[in-house]
């Protein structure tokens, strides 16, 4: 099975002015794309090359030694962009009632919820992604690093922005807390919802 790059649901403009078309494109085309290349590379004419990702995951701790870091670190990183382009709508929206109740029930309001999403985004340095994170009955934000998941904790994701510079630095430059201010007016909140709803 040879792994391919996920079209997008919206063209890499849609998100313009938040995120600018060209970031979208090397993001997705280059970045995104380079994941999965790799990941096709390591598995290739092994026995493994005919799973699929789910497949592959599950085996991933009885890998040959030689081939398990580089399927590790490029499934994740396919997982997780794949993740973050749905987390993303061009029109914007807003979160339901339901979903607004359970975001205020673990930080009070939706305004504290996104002010300690922002200081923990602005506290790392690097390679990271600040996340939403159901764990067990609870929603906390979360870093983590390189392509680190909480699945990989027992948590579930439901929102996940993507921190690395170059998510942003064509159009923010230097200034993260611009992108992380602009990305609300993107958040594709049907999904977030969808995320917390589901059983995997």
Known sequence: MTYTLPALNYSYDALEPYIDAKT??????????????????????????????????QSIDILPSDIKAAVKNHWWGHRNHSFFWKVLVPTGSQPSAALEKAIVASFGSMTTFKERFMVS??????????????????????????????????????????????AYYLKS???????????????????VEENLNSKR
């Not at 494109?25 to 699929?52: G, V």
């Not at 506290?123 to 870093?143: A, H, M, P, Q």
């Open 24 to 57: 979208m494109e090397i993001h997705h085309t280059k970045h995104h794309q380079t994941y999965i290349d790799k990941l096709n590379t390591a598995i290739a004419n092994t026995e493994r090359a005919d799973k699929s990702l789910v497949e592959l995951l």
């Open 121 to 166: 985004a602005l506290s790392v340095f690097g390679s990271w992604w600040t996340r939403l994170v159901k764990d067990r009955d609870e929603l906390i934000i979360k870093n983590t690093s390189n392509q680190d998941n909480p699945l990989m904790l027992g948590e579930k994701a439901i929102l996940g922005i993507d921190l690395r510079e170059h």
């Open 173 to 191: 430059q230097n200034r993260r807390s611009e992108y992380v201010e602009n990305i609300w007016n993107v958040i594709n909140w049907a999904q």
